[in-house]
């Protein structure tokens, strides 16, 4: 059976840092739908121009975009053992599309790792960080988490550049779009008894540590 587990989190809370570590461990691959629409961005696809407008204000992408393209991702034979979910589902209507998706392809919601991070921990992370060009979008930080090289990504040299949603305001609007539509979220999976909730405010090494043991934990339930 596939086994899914979905990364819940703030802007910056480490979804994308710890996602790389995650899914090398459980050798699953990485759906982070922000790096998909920056994918879609990149190649100026229809889809890449329609949420443009949404991600450089902020605000959350339609659902219905958004499940068709994790539907595709999820679709492809890659994903069939299963997943690491990065930044979705991200509302109500997401969790309960992606049930019925994971119903559809015989598996479920096995974990929900939700890394807890406090909103000026969350600024402070975002305003120093730095992203690879590359296609799987490392991140580094100036002060937390710098690359060997500045400006150059340690893993595949591509340069770094600082994303266009990560200006101050845009910033302050992802984090209280999180704690709006995002936070129900916590609330619905811990409900079904699937949250684990992790302190995400340690060292990164310790944060993967302690997410590979929960995760661990949970999918051999
Ligand atoms: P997305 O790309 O998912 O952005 P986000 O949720 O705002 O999260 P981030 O990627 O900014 O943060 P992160 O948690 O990955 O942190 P990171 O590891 O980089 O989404 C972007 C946009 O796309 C959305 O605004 C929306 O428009 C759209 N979108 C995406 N998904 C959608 C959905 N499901 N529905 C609708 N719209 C959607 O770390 C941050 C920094 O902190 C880095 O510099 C890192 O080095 C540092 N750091 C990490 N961990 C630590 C630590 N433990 N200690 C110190 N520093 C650390
Ligand atoms: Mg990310």
């Given at each position: 059976m596939p086994n899914y587990i979905l990364l819940l989190g703030g802007?910056?809370?480490g979804k994308g840092t710890q996602a790389q570590y995650l899914c090398q461990h459980f050798g699953l691959p990485q759906v982070a739908s922000g790096d998909l629409f920056r994918d879609n961005l990149k190649r100026e696809t229809e889809l890449g121009k329609l949420a443009r407008q949404y991600m450089n204000r902020g605000a959350l992408v339609p659902d219905d975009l958004t499940i068709q393209m994790i539907r595709e991702r999820l679709s492809q034979p890659d994903a069939k053992a299963g997943a690491l979910l990065?930044?979705?589902?991200?509302?109500t209507p997401q969790a309960e599309a992606l049930d019925s998706l994971l119903a559809e392809f015989g598996g479920k919601v096995d974990a929900v790792l939700y890394v807890k991070v406090r909103e000026g921990v969350l600024l402070e992370r975002l305003s120093g960080r730095w992203t690879c060009?590359?296609?799987?979008?490392h991140t580094y930080h100036l002060l937390f988490n710098p690359p060997?090289?500045?400006?150059?990504?340690?893993?595949?040299?591509a340069a770094l550049f600082q994303r266009p949603d990560d200006t101050p305001e845009v910033q302050a609007e992802r984090i209280q779009v999180f704690f709006r539509q995002t936070a129900p979220l916590i609330e619905f999976y811990a409900r079904r008894g699937q949250l684990i909730e992790i302190g995400?405010?340690?060292p990164i090494t310790e944060v993967t540590a302690a997410l590979i043991a929960a995760a661990a934990a949970a999918t051999r339930k």
């Open positions: 802007p910056g809370a990065d930044g979705f589902p991200r509302t060009k590359g296609a799987q979008q060997k090289i500045a400006g150059r990504c340690d893993v595949d040299g995400g405010e340690r």
